[in-house]
């Protein structure tokens, strides 16, 4: 499996170029999984379906499947915050790319997605772990680098960019054990 982070500011445009890079890599005939950080309290069940009615009773994990669908849901017993690497071993084995949004401080490779229309500062020049950068004003970047900058709004090129560099993303949890 290969594994790419996306990082930048909340408004950077990271969930548009997730959500645009998914049907790209599919049309390759990739198998495609997305990782997401949340901040605090979310949910994904509603108030009076049956799951949400187990995990409210006290349920530690609520499975649920469908002939199309699986999903887990587990209640942490005290705040814990799960690494993006205990997340991606919960993923399918059987997946191609993993594309993670958020956890922008990880040890994982990222693309920084970044705009100077948001007035927040860039990562690229504090981050090891930044390869490219994916932005719309790529002539007013704060600081000149080698880094390749990709086009923000052209996922198809962002996703050829990412299929040429394959190798440098393949993901060995061994490694961050």
């Known amino acids: 499996m290969k594994v790419v982070g996306f990082a930048g500011f909340s408004g950077s445009g990271k969930t548009t170029l997730v959500e645009r890079l998914i049907p790209a890599l599919k049309l390759k005939g990739l198998r495609v999984s997305v990782v997401k950080h949340a901040h605090h309290k979310f949910d994904i069940d509603h108030p009076g379906k049956d799951t ?5 009773a006290g349920a530690f994990e609520v499975v ?7 999903a887990l849901m587990r209640e942490f017993e005290v705040a814990n915050r799960p690494t993006v690497h205990h997340l991606l071993a919960e993923l ?4 191609d790319w993993v594309l993670v949004e958020g956890f922008k401080d990880s040890d994982l490779l990222k693309i920084e997605v970044w705009r100077a229309s948001s007035s927040k500062p860039a990562r690229y020049m504090d981050d090891d772990f930044i390869t490219a950068i994916a932005s719309d004003s790529p002539g007013q970047l704060p ?10 709004n052209d996922p198809d090129s962002v996703a050829e960019w990412l299929l040429s560099q394959g190798e440098r993303f ?3 949890a061994e490694n961050y054990q």
């Not at 649920?64 to 699986?70: C, I, L, N, W």
């Not at 399918?92 to 997946?95: A, H």
């Not at 600081?143 to 923000?152: E, N, W």
Request: aromatic share 14%; charged share 30%.
């Open 64 to 70: 649920v499947a469908s002939d199309t669908r699986f």
């Open 143 to 152: 600081t000149p680098t080698g880094l390749p900058v990709l086009d923000l």
């Open 170 to 172: 393949d993901y060995n």
């Open 92 to 95: 399918y084995e059987g997946v």
């Open 52 to 56: 949400y009615r187990h995990r409210e």
